[in-house]
C-alpha cells in the first residue's frame, strides 16, 4: 500500500476516533486537515515517499474557503433558519394545534395525526429540527398525554414528525447538498415534495394502525363538534402557513426568484406573521437574532472544517480508494447503492448530518454518477437516508431536543422505544423510492422537463 493510501486511512480513522471524544467537530476536521496535509508534505520533501502533497496544493485550501464563503447560494441557510425561529415564535402552531385537533380529535390516535399534520406544516416553513421537535412537544405531547395515550407513541410521533423538517423543502440540508453537488436547489426542492409527503402518509397510516389495533394506545379524544365556525377557525389558521408556502416555495418553482432571494422573502414573511400576531417584543426579536447567528455560525465552522478535510483527504488519493473500494465490492450497481445507505446509516449513529453532506457525500457522488443512476434521485434518497440519524442513539439529536423539553415521566429510554417503529418507516419509504423512481424525478422533469 502507498503512502498516500496509507495517511488516506489515517486521516478517515482518525475522524472516526476522535468524533466520540465529544471536542468540536468543526475543530476536528480543520485540525486533522492541517497534520495530516503537514506530515504529508514532510514525508514527500524529506524522506521522497509519493503522498501527492506539497505546499503549493495546501496552499489551495484557503482559494477553497474563499470559494465557499462568496457563495451567493449559501445566503439562504441564515435567511431560512431566521425564517423557522421567527415562525416559531409567532403563535401559529399553537392556533393550528387547537384547529386541526377538533378535526381529527375525534378518531383513535386523532392528536397524533394532528401533530404529524402540523408538523408537515411546520417542516414545509421552518426546516429546522430542533424548532419543529421542541414546538411539537410542547403543544402536542402534553395533549397526548393527558388523553392516556402511550408514552412511547407519543415520544415517537413528535421525534419523527420534528425531523420531516430537514428533508421537506425548503430544507437546509437540501441547500447544503445542492452547493456540495453543484447540483439546483429547485431540482432537490421539488425532488424532496413526494417522498417528503410519503413519509408523512406512511406515518399517519402507522397511527391509523395503532389506534384499530391497540385502541389503549391511541384513543379518541373528547372534543368539540366539527361546525362551521371549526371550519373558519381552520381556515384562518391555515392561511398564514400557507402564504409563506406559496411565496417560499412557489417563487423558487415558478422560477420567479433563486433559493436565496426567496429565503429572504420567507424571512421577511415571517417577520411581518410574526408581528401582525404581536409575539414580535425587541427581547424576542434579540433572541431569535442570536440564535440565527449561533446556528448559522455552527454550520459555516463545519463547512470550513470539512472544506479543508475534504481537499487533503482528496489531495491523498481518498476519493479514488473509496471508489475502488466500492467499484469492488462483488454487487451489482444497485448492490453498491444499497452498501453506501448501510454504511451511511450506521454512520448515522456517531456523525451528524452536516459531517456526512459534507465528507461522506461528495465521496460517493462520483461513484454513483460513473454507475448512471440519476444524480438528484440519489441525493434525495441519501436525504432520507440521513433523516434516520436524527433518530438513531447515540447522536440522535432529535430525542435529546425531546429529552430537553419533555415532562416528567418521558425517558430517553421510553423515546427509544418510541422511536423504533418510526426508523422502521423510514426505512420502508426508502425502499419505495429506491424501487419507483419516478417518486422523487416525476415532479423535477414535469417542472422543467
Request: aromatic content about 10%; glycine content about 10%.
Amino acid at each position: 500500500m502507498a503512502a498516500n493510501e496509507i495517511l488516506a486511512i489515517g486521516m478517515f480513522v482518525s475522524f472516526i476516533a476522535l468524533v466520540f471524544t465529544g471536542f468540536p467537530v468543526a475543530w476536528l476536521l480543520g485540525g486533522l486537515a492541517v497534520v495530516f496535509s503537514a506530515l504529508a508534505v514532510v514525508l514527500e520533501a524529506d524522506f521522497n515517499l509519493a503522498t501527492g502533497m506539497d505546499w503549493n496544493y495546501t496552499s489551495l485550501t484557503v482559494e477553497r474557503i474563499w470559494n465557499v464563503m462568496e457563495n451567493w447560494v449559501m445566503v439562504a441557510l441564515p435567511m431560512f433558519i431566521l425564517m423557522g425561529l421567527l415562525l416559531d415564535r409567532s403563535g401559529i402552531a399553537n392556533q393550528l394545534m387547537h384547529s386541526f385537533a377538533r378535526l381529527f380529535g375525534s378518531l383513535r390516535g386523532g392528536l397524533a395525526i394532528t401533530v404529524t399534520v402540523i408538523g408537515l406544516m411546520l417542516a414545509a416553513t421552518t426546516g429546522i429540527i430542533g424548532a419543529s421537535v421542541v414546538l411539537l412537544a410542547l403543544l402536542g405531547l402534553p395533549a397526548m398525554l393527558q388523553q392516556n395515550y402511550d408514552k412511547s407513541l407519543a415520544a415517537g410521533t413528535v421525534c419523527a414528525v420534528g425531523t420531516l423538517g430537514i428533508l421537506i423543502p425548503p430544507s437546509i440540508m437540501l441547500v447544503l447538498m445542492a452547493d456540495r453537488m453543484s447540483m439546483s436547489v429547485g431540482d432537490l426542492f421539488l425532488g424532496a415534495v413526494f417522498p417528503g409527503a410519503l413519509l408523512g402518509g406512511l406515518y399517519i397510516a402507522y397511527i391509523l394502525l395503532v389506534g384499530w389495533l391497540q385502541p389503549e394506545k391511541a384513543p379518541a379524544a373528547p372534543t368539540e363538534p366539527f361546525d362551521w365556525s371549526a371550519v373558519k377557525d381552520l381556515f384562518w389558521a391555515i392561511l398564514p402557513p400557507a402564504f409563506l408556502i406559496l411565496a417560499v416555495l412557489g417563487s423558487i418553482f415558478q422560477g420567479w426568484a433563486t433559493p436565496t432571494e426567496a429565503a429572504g422573502v420567507g424571512a421577511a414573511g415571517a417577520l411581518l406573521l410574526a408581528v401582525l400576531k404581536r409575539q414580535m417584543s425587541k427581547a424576542v426579536m434579540q433572541e431569535v437574532l442570536q440564535e440565527t447567528t449561533r446556528t448559522t455560525a455552527y454550520i459555516f465552522a463545519v463547512l470550513l472544517g470539512a472544506t479543508a478535510f475534504s481537499l487533503v483527504l482528496r489531495g491523498l488519493g481518498g476519493d479514488e480508494l473509496i471508489e475502488g473500494a466500492l467499484m469492488s465490492l462483488p454487487f451489482e450497481p444497485t448492490g453498491i447503492i444499497v452498501a453506501i445507505l448501510v454504511a451511511t446509516f450506521l454512520l448515522g449513529f456517531f456523525l451528524d448530518w452536516i459531517e456526512l453532506t459534507l465528507i461522506v457525500l461528495p465521496l460517493v457522488a462520483p461513484v454513483v454518477g460513473n454507475l448512471g443512476f440519476d444524480p438528484v434521485w440519489f441525493t434525495i434518497l441519501f436525504a432520507v437516508c440521513l433523516q434516520t440519524s436524527f433518530l438513531t442513539p447515540p447522536v440522535g439529536f432529535a430525542i435529546f431536543y425531546l429529552k430537553g423539553v419533555a415532562p416528567e415521566g418521558i425517558e430517553v429510554t421510553t423515546i427509544y422505544r418510541g422511536v423504533v417503529p418510526f426508523i422502521a418507516l423510514q426505512v420502508i419509504g426508502m425502499l419505495i423510492i429506491f424501487n419507483w423512481q419516478a417518486v422523487v424525478t416525476w415532479l423535477p422533469a414535469q417542472a422543467y422537463g
